[in-house]
């Protein structure tokens, strides 16, 4: 069984930074795409970041770039997104997600397998 475990999210000033993890198990890590995806209330789903652990290619949405940086531990099946200068409008649910076509297409698409969410709010 696929699970995807997501924590760090939290209550952040603006311009402070958090750390995001997703701890991946039941699947061939090495071989998958893993994303961060996140929704606001009101919003649309929006692909954040992703990495193909295969390649390591990696993905990330304009929103977030320069601010993001997303990157995986092999040894330990986690991903990790370090986001800093955090705005208001980062404020959502943020989703981890695995695919196993191991590309980053699926970023802009949605994954097979989802957590449950982490919660960042940021305030201003």
């Known amino acids: 069984e696929v699970l995807l475990v997501e924590s760090g999210g939290g209550l952040v000033q603006a311009g402070r930074s958090l750390r995001l993890s997703c701890a991946a198990s039941?699947?061939?890590?090495?071989?998958?795409?893993i994303g961060w995806f996140r929704q606001a209330p009101g919003k649309e789903r929006e692909g954040v970041s992703c990495?193909?652990?295969?390649?390591?290619?990696?993905y990330y949405a304009d929103s977030v770039k320069g601010r993001f940086t997303i990157s995986s531990d092999n040894a330990k099946n986690t991903v990790y997104l370090q986001m800093n200068s955090l705005k208001p409008e980062d404020t959502a649910v943020y989703y981890c997600a695995a695919d196993p076509s191991g590309d980053l297409v699926p970023c802009y698409y949605g994954m097979d397998y989802w957590g449950k969410g982490t919660l960042v709010t940021v305030s201003s």
């Open positions: 990495i193909s652990n295969s390649d390591g290619s990696t």
């Open positions: 039941g699947f061939t890590f090495d071989d998958y795409a």
